[in-house]
């Protein structure tokens, strides 16, 4: 696939607001522009780059060159990216709740799109991320990670409502297959005011998130199969019938179940794009 990515666990402080750590090699090789789907992760990607080489990003029906420091927001449709050269990157994926306690700004801000983060933030951002750039060894960035990120909770420390963050870890854990109503009463609040706050705050519905969860736990269904009942994957899923998981699967993918799981190398699914973890 000519992409190697480790994932690496944050400080046990930071767990509740970031999922994970990530170092990407991305057209290895160099052989050539390559590009990749990327769908949706339900979570939110800082991307340092440590290099000058850059991916492109569609803004405006044009490709550009992203930021130095990205901020990709919560996708609810694929995005195509495309790479010229050999990419290398350091990335953080916080959890669209935890984005909002470490810095104090919702993730709403930059759903389905992305963003200069240093336009975002103040300029200790940028002498963080000018640091890691200048840092050698995955040991010390990942210190430097948590040290800055504890730094910015101390300072900042902007939970969300409790039923939002609650409600969110329980459709990850899920794997999305879990029930609107049941998740309202699980969180102790009516169906209603979750979903205006999923909205206000994530800037997609609990009803979308969920959706998101379940492709991705029908991705890892899927991965190592070479023969796939379909059938029997929608029940594992919670699907009542096999024509709603398909409907589902398109709208969040925009291709077929079937299409998708012969074509798997074009696609890039966040969570499940390790090669290892530490």
Partial sequence: MDIHVIEYKPAPALEPYVEWYWHGHFNKSASGTKSWQVLPSGYVELILHLTDLHCALLRKDKYTQSPDYTIIGLQTSPYIVNFEAHV?????????????????????????????????????????????????????????????????????NRRMPDYINRAAELIRTSGGNVRMEDLSSEVCISLRQLQRGFKQKLGISPKHYQRIFRIIEMHRLLEKQHSVNFTKVSHQLGYTDQAHFIREFKSITGEKPTFYHQNQQEYIINPKFKDDIS
Avoid: C, W
């Avoid at 940028?126 to 060894?137: I, L, P, S, V």
């Fill in 88 to 156: 290398n990157v350091f990335g953080i994926r916080f959890k669209p709740e935890g984005i909002h306690t470490v810095f104090g700004i919702p993730s709403s801000l930059f759903t389905g799109n992305y963003e200069d983060m240093t336009m975002v933030l103040d300029r200790s951002f940028k002498n963080f991320a000018e640091q890691m750039r200048d840092t050698e060894g995955i040991p010390s960035m990942r210190n430097l990670a948590d040290t800055y990120l504890h730094n910015m909770l101390i300072k900042n």
